[in-house]
């Protein structure tokens, strides 16, 4: 190590007023302090996205059931709808063919 590198340290570890010790040991144990302050941050915001996502999913769930069972409503209606209108063609057509033997002599 170099002059200039042993003299840093030992000007860190070791300074020259009291005033800076204490100012250089108040900011070791405020950032220590500190540092367990982020974790508990990132802790409740990754909370809050996990609760927005949860909420998001549910819901986009329950759409997609309400949307399928709109489409299955839909579909019984339409096949509804077919099996009356053959009925009604068949009976129209029964109602022609014995109209149409009637009017035969």
């Not at 367990?36 to 997609?64: E, T």
């Not at 309400?66 to 109602?95: C, G, H, I, N, W």
Request: hydrophobic letters at 45%.
């Amino acid at each position: 190590m170099t002059s200039g590198t042993l003299r840093l340290l030992g000007t860190l570890f070791f300074p020259q007023s009291t005033h800076l010790a204490v100012r250089i040991i108040s900011g070791v144990f405020t950032a220590l302090g500190i540092a367990f302050i982020f974790p508990i941050i990132c802790l409740v915001v990754f909370d809050v996205c996990l609760w927005f996502w949860r909420l998001y999913s549910v819901n986009h769930k329950a759409y997609l059931q309400q949307q399928q069972q709109q489409r299955l409503q839909m579909r019984r209606l339409r096949e509804q709808r077919q099996l009356l209108r053959e009925q009604l063609r068949s009976k129209a057509d029964l109602a022609k063919q014995s109209a149409f033997s009637l009017s035969k002599p």
